[in-house]
């Protein structure tokens, strides 16, 4: 098993004043979305690198529809849902302030917000 690299970035820059069992359930959360590209044939670390928001968008949907498509969905499918975008995006932001990703950037905010 690899380690997850925009993961541990995001562990060091968006989890370090949370309570260590809070930082667990997002990163089991986080892991949920790699693991669900890795099974598509995908590269969650590759997409983030190059901020290809064409394929990070069909990987977070169809992650979206795996959770909501499960026989019994819980309440943590909405929780789940958001901390594995909340992830991407975070990512992607803190990718965003080399000026040379700015221009795509503003592309995926334009599609997010």
């Known amino acids: 098993m690899l380690p997850?690299?925009?993961?541990?970035v995001w562990m060091l820059f968006h989890a370090g004043g949370l309570a260590l069992s809070t930082q667990q359930r997002k990163l089991s959360h986080i892991?949920?979305?790699?693991?669900?590209?890795?099974r598509s044939g995908v590269c969650l670390?590759?997409?983030i690198a190059?901020?290809?928001?064409?394929a990070l968008g069909n990987a977070l949907e169809a992650f979206?529809?795996?959770q909501k498509n499960v026989s019994e969905p819980s309440s943590q499918v909405l929780v789940r849902w958001n901390n594995a975008f909340h992830?991407?995006?975070?990512t992607c932001e803190r990718i965003a302030k080399n000026p040379r990703a700015r221009q795509r950037?503003?592309?995926m905010r334009e599609r997010m917000y």
């Open 87 to 90: 992830f991407v995006r975070d």
């Open 4 to 8: 997850r690299y925009w993961s541990a």
């Open 50 to 54: 190059r901020l290809d928001l064409d």
């Open 105 to 107: 950037m503003d592309e």
């Open 45 to 47: 670390d590759d997409l």
């Open 31 to 38: 892991e949920a979305l790699y693991d669900h590209a890795e």
């Open 64 to 66: 979206f529809i795996s």
